[in-house]
């Protein structure tokens, strides 16, 4: 295989010597050398990897030269079929070098010389291209050489039709002038073009294999996926040809085998590459090895050798003055610190406060760090919802990011940008703006922002749909993630533990036990799972225990939970939602006072968090414990100040309770009443529970149905209304006959 000659190239030279000979007239000038720099400047764009003829015919046929009635494509044909020998091709390289001129000693005789032609210099960019050319030709065995040859005439027999239509006299064996007169059975032709197929792999160069491979390391760091399994089977048929490997490839091995979950061949593949690397670059790539060292540990579940590796980075990057590495070590620290706080050092914990962060900031800010600097500032916001403080810091670090992401064109930036706002308006009650910053990106962003960030959005999507009691809605929007979206093992694992827990919901609601309690079993013993699945989780075990009347265990459970929670530092949500719970189970078993007093502590938190969801359940838990100790009013005023934020929120579970603590809540002031008074609330109540009953049909609560059809029986039954009440008893054995 030739380092850096294709059959491209050499059509980009001829490209080069029309330019040169000045039969481009000034109109095509600009499109043409334009299209031939454009593959001669490495670029990111795939398309410029491997050229065609049709790529050059798409750029040149349309374009006029200096021949009248022929077009650039016409000349560029013309000159491509008089390479028609070996030898040809030889001569061609020759004359080419000669258009290179040394323009800084051009005398004026010289100039003139060249008359109307064009001048190109030595150092310019066509000018470098064709020395280039011309010593990587001459450097090539004659082996490399033939092979190049062949792959040239491949390159150009697609012309061969229209070279007919002007040439009368070409035939099949045309392409090589030394072949005249023979047919293709003949012993010389089968010796030497007998083997014509064997070199169509010299189409492409060591170089383009590179650069090929570098597209594919920057689109999987950048995207964080896998190496499609198209390109990848074509990348081990050319590098399973009879070439030097080039050291990149165990890099995309790596990177491909890490994101599949191979962990030994992920190890193999980077030990490989940086072994071979660190013989061109000694210790000044060092660090990065140490980098990815860390992270793939970290992956891997080894957190102490994965903070032992990243100090190594830390302070080999410190020697060698690599700042931009440094920076970005220091904020994978933090973030692996706020991840597993009980797995780092003491002396590295205590590090790793709100200093450590506005030390990073300042850092990114001084190097121009943009997209790090991005990140930090939606880091400080995650810390300011995390321990509960003032949401308008966390708008505004969330609006310095935005402005970070838009000025400089931070693309792959906005994803956790949109998620993060996602986030905090969903812990505010208000769901549309939530489910609309979702929609946004998906629509919108997704293109230039990573894999991770995109089923994230559609993992939080789903989540706001279920909550809604669109379960089915939410399970078809996670089936229409593609396969080659979830080929990387640490996103599949990410969307199947959500699918587990809106099933797992859903069963629950449904009072399904058997099934929640196999779900349940399945998703703990996931090896790593996101903090919020893990939280729906437990929240689905301590439901099961109080539905299923199993309060001891409920109880056990959540005081377990709560309190690994507040040794982990966790997030204030986590806490107020397992508060919840706990008080509720407390209230089912009679111990009133304890319930509303852990029920108060919740609230407080909430408020003080503006956690406004858990703030109403909070609410809601209260009133329900004042109805049980017969405080009707101060439960229904409560509940009165909650219910329009509570409909804002679109979350029918909490909607359908609250409903149904109203009703109850009417009915207890009905018992206060006398006559008309007390018929006009339980008419009210009547009016609350079918309202609670659309609100527990959406999200299929079997148990919660039936309650409130018993209920609204029994007032019927109360007011005289016996054919409603009788269509009312044939609604629940309806109910129960279809559970």
């Known amino acids: 295989m030739s380092r850096y000659l294709t059959s491209g190239r050499i059509a980009l030279l001829a490209l080069v010597e029309l330019y040169a000979a000045s039969r481009l007239p000034n109109r095509a000038v600009l499109p043409v050398v334009s299209f031939v720099v454009k593959h001669l400047v490495t670029s990111k764009d795939s398309t410029t990897f491997i050229l065609t003829l049709g790529q050059i015919k798409e750029i040149t046929v349309g374009q006029p030269s200096t021949v009248v009635g022929r077009t650039v494509f016409d000349l560029l044909l013309k000159r491509l079929w008089e390479i028609n020998s070996f030898d040809a091709l030889h001569s061609f390289f020759i004359e080419v070098s000669r258009c290179a001129v040394d323009t800084a000693n051009l005398s004026k005789s010289e100039a003139a010389k060249n008359g109307e032609n064009c001048i190109v210099g030595r150092k310019s960019i066509l000018g470098t291209f064709i020395r280039r050319a011309c010593l990587e030709y001459t450097r090539l065995e004659f082996r490399d050489a033939e092979s190049l040859w062949c792959a040239f005439i491949d390159f150009r027999e697609p012309s061969l039709s229209i070279w007919k239509k002007r040439n009368l006299g070409v035939g099949p064996l045309s392409f090589d002038m030394n072949l005249k007169g023979m047919t293709m059975v003949d012993p010389l032709f089968t010796k030497v073009y007998g083997r014509h197929n064997d070199h169509k792999n010299y189409f492409v160069s060591t170089e383009d294999i590179e650069r090929l491979l570098e597209?594919?390391?920057?689109?999987?760091?950048?995207?964080?996926?896998?190496?499609?399994?198209?390109?990848?089977?074509?990348?081990?048929?050319?590098?399973?040809?009879n070439v030097v490997i080039p050291t990149l490839s165990y890099y995309v091995e790596f990177l491909n085998s890490w994101r599949a979950g191979d962990y030994p061949a992920s190890f193999d593949n980077l030990h490989r590459y940086f072994d071979y690397t660190m013989h061109n670059r000694d210790r000044t790539f060092y660090q990065y090895a140490l980098l990815n060292l860390s992270i793939l540990q970290a992956d891997f579940g080894c957190y102490r050798e994965s903070i032992l590796a990243m100090q190594e980075t830390i302070n080999t990057?410190?020697?060698?003055?690599?700042?931009?590495?440094?920076?970005?070590?220091?904020?994978?620290?933090?973030?692996f610190y706020k991840s597993h706080p009980g797995d780092c050092p003491d002396i590295l914990a205590s590090r790793m406060e709100r200093d450590s962060l506005q030390f990073l900031k300042a850092k990114a800010k001084e190097g121009g760090m943009h997209h790090l600097q991005s990140m930090a500032h939606l880091s400080e916001a995650k810390q300011i919802l995390f321990l509960g403080e003032s949401i308008?810091?966390?708008?505004?670090?969330?609006?310095?990011?935005?402005?970070?992401?838009?000025?400089k064109q931070i693309h792959n930036g906005i994803g956790p940008q949109m998620l993060l706002s996602s986030a905090l308006w969903n812990r505010l009650g208000v769901a549309y703006l939530a489910s609309t910053n979702c929609q946004i990106f998906l629509s919108k962003y997704q293109q230039n922002s990573p894999i991770e960030d995109k089923i994230k959005a559609i993992c939080r999507w789903a989540c706001i749909l279920s909550i809604r009691g669109r379960h089915d809605d939410a399970l078809e929007k996670l089936d229409q993630v593609g396969q080659q979206d979830l080929r990387s093992l640490k996103i599949y694992q990410y969307w199947a533990a959500y699918i587990g827990v809106i099933k797992l919901r859903r069963a629950v609601y449904r009072n399904e036990l058997s099934a929640a309690e196999t779900l349940l079993k399945h998703l703990s013993a996931l090896p790593h799972i996101e903090s919020d699945c893990a939280l729906e989780i437990s929240v689905a075990r301590i439901e099961i225990n109080i539905r299923s009347g199993n309060l001891t265990a409920a109880l056990i459970s959540s005081s377990e939970v709560l309190q690994s929670l507040v040794k982990e530092h966790a997030d204030s949500y986590h806490r107020v939602r397992i508060m919840i719970l706990r008080a509720q189970a407390l209230a089912a078993c009679g111990r009133s006072i304890k319930g509303i007093s852990v029920a108060i502590s919740a609230a407080s938190l909430a408020w003080k968090a503006r956690l406004m969801p858990a703030l109403f359940h909070s609410i809601y838990t209260i009133s329900h414990i004042l109805i049980q100790l017969e405080q009707y009013m101060p439960a229904h005023a409560m509940m009165d100040s909650i219910m329009p934020q509570v409909l804002e929120c679109e979350e029918a579970w909490l909607t359908g309770q609250c409903f149904a603590c109203l009703a109850d809540v009417q009915v207890g002031i009905a018992g206060t009443k006398m006559s008309a008074a007390r018929s006009k609330c339980l008419l009210k109540a009547l009016e609350f529970i079918d309202?609670?009953?659309?609100?527990?049909?959406?999200?299929?609560?079997?148990?919660?149905?039936k309650q409130m059809i018993s209920r609204k029986s029994k007032i019927q039954d109360f007011l005289g209304d016996k054919n409603l009440r009788d269509d009312t008893v044939k609604k629940y054995r309806q109910i129960q006959k279809e559970a």
């Open 215 to 241: 597209f594919q390391v920057d689109a999987m760091q950048k995207m964080g996926s896998r190496v499609p399994d198209d390109i990848q089977c074509q990348l081990k048929q050319i590098l399973g040809t």
């Open 317 to 335: 990057a410190r020697e060698n003055r690599d700042m931009a590495c440094l920076n970005f070590s220091l904020s994978w620290l933090y973030h």
């Open 392 to 407: 308008p810091a966390a708008f505004e670090c969330l609006l310095r990011s935005s402005h970070l992401n838009v000025t």
């Open 691 to 705: 309202r609670a009953f659309t609100e527990f049909s959406r999200i299929n609560d079997v148990s919660s149905q």
